[in-house]
């Protein structure tokens, strides 16, 4: 009985697995960055919609023309944020390049380093906030 589950579930996920996606453009962002900068964080945002109408736009059916992608990694050690985007745009040259492809694309990239001290400093800001609040002031 188990072999037969175990069968079946494996036919299905053949069935998927050979299905088209739904976010062909995104998918491959995805793999090719996962690939190139084994990053410790990468996130997609597909903000096509919010662009949807605008007139570059018209005559253009893919729901994946805008992106913005926030990249933590190591690969970004002792490179100038000119020099990240740069490898990110070859990576996705294809993509860029080709009918109804990428538009645009919103770049963040940091090293993990980077990232904490980001984090830190924002901490400490919420923090002097906070402390500014709960002191009363003398308005006499």
């Known amino acids: 009985m188990l072999r037969r589950?175990?069968?079946g579930f494996s036919s299905v996920g053949r069935q998927f697995s050979s299905m088209g996606s739904n976010t062909p453009l995104e998918d491959a962002i995805r793999?090719?960055?996962m690939a190139a900068l084994s990053p410790q964080t990468l996130e997609i945002y597909n903000d096509s919609h919010l662009h949807a109408n605008h007139k570059a736009m018209?005559?253009?059916t893919s729901r994946?023309?805008?992106f913005r992608l926030v990249i933590i990694s190591d690969a970004f050690q002792s490179k100038m944020q000119r020099s990240r985007h740069r490898m990110i745009y070859a990576l996705l040259r294809d993509?860029?390049?080709?009918?109804?492809?990428i538009?645009?694309?919103q770049l963040k990239t940091m090293t993990p380093d980077e990232q904490d001290r980001a984090q830190q400093k924002k901490h400490d800001n919420n923090d002097d906030k906070s402390e500014s609040a709960q002191s009363p002031t003398d308005m006499t």
């Open 5 to 7: 589950y175990a069968l």
């Open 31 to 33: 793999a090719k960055i």
């Open 58 to 60: 018209q005559g253009n």
């Open 64 to 66: 994946e023309t805008h």
């Open 95 to 101: 993509e860029m390049a080709q009918e109804n492809g």
């Open 103 to 105: 538009h645009a694309i």
